[in-house]
């Protein structure tokens, strides 16, 4: 069943349905994630996957479900500048629904961290951008990035590709994490991995 919101109001309703809190106002809520010192995720694991599976459960346009992806990882993930898709097309990364700054429109498979990741198939963790083989500097406050692949049939199909404007920024933990989510955005897109 595909969920259609026509009002600004249904869409807090269909939040609020799977834990969103709306009611603190958007600048004080990011204020206090910068300002806290902890590049610990928002929600447990679990919670994370499960809120996610609510948001995509039901819908089949890989747009919009690219797009709420980009926009929970934003929401609960701190100290980031850049959370998106892109999605493999032919010899290069075409670029999809993100949340963060315009951003480059297309990278060629096997350059910076988003082509090294379909190229080898392994998500790229990358401590420094500035020091990345080929790195593309698409935001120049980025500094460090997290790439995971997104699979279809076995096939890298996309990246789900994550800036921050810190320094070693992501860690195992933070892999992991963001790993599962993707795996949750397959299963719910594709059916599986």
Do not use: K
Request: hydrophobic share 40%.
């Amino acid at each position: 069943m595909n969920v259609v919101c026509t009002s600004p109001r249904e869409i807090l309703t269909m939040a609020e349905g799977i834990g969103f809190d709306h009611t603190e106002p958007m600048n004080e809520a990011v204020a206090t994630v910068t300002n806290s010192q902890s590049a610990l995720p928002a929600l447990p694991l679990d919670e994370a996957v499960r809120q996610l599976e609510g948001l995509l459960t039901g819908e089949t346009d890989l747009v919009a479900n690219a797009a709420n992806t980009s926009a929970f990882l934003s929401s609960i993930l701190p100290d980031l500048n850049w959370v998106g898709f892109y999605f493999l097309h032919y010899d290069e990364l075409v670029l999809g629904p993100f949340q963060g700054q315009p951003a480059c429109v297309r990278i060629p498979v096997g350059r910076g961290g988003c082509g090294t990741c379909v190229e080898s198939g392994v998500t790229q963790r990358v401590d420094d951008v500035h020091a990345f083989p080929g790195h593309i500097a698409c935001d120049v406050r980025s500094r460090s990035e997290l790439v995971v692949p997104v699979r279809r049939g076995g096939e890298v199909v996309a990246v789900l590709d994550i800036d921050s404007p810190s320094p070693a920024r992501f860690s195992a933990d933070d892999q992991a994490y963001v790993e599962a989510l993707v795996a949750q955005f397959t299963r719910c897109q594709y059916g599986g991995g």
